[in-house]
């Protein structure tokens, strides 16, 4: 992960770069996912690859992030 933030031009901020650059409509760096302060708690129901049978793309299970309740706010836990 870290060579990828480092090495890659999306990521400019390095660590502090917003997901919202990556992926519109959001505010939590990628420091905040990898310690795990993205104010997400544990949804392993909510990234499941399988839906009534259909393989889910990488996309699919990405978008259904933002239907999944907080357990705090973003940057916190």
């Known amino acids: 992960m870290a060579q990828v ?3 890659w031009e ?6 502090e ?3 919202s650059s990556i992926i519109r409509d959001d505010s939590v760096t990628q420091d905040d996912i990898v310690s795990y302060r993205s104010g997400m708690g544990r949804h392993n129901f909510g ?3 399988v839906r009534d049978g259909k393989q889910l793309l990488p996309r699919d299970v ?3 992030l933002r239907n999944l309740a907080k357990t705090a706010e973003p940057g916190v836990q």
Do not use: A, H, K
């Open 10 to 15: 999306c990521f400019p901020r390095g660590w």
């Open 62 to 64: 990405t978008r259904n």
């Open 47 to 49: 990234l499941l690859r």
């Open 17 to 19: 770069t917003p997901v």
């Open 5 to 7: 933030i480092n090495g």
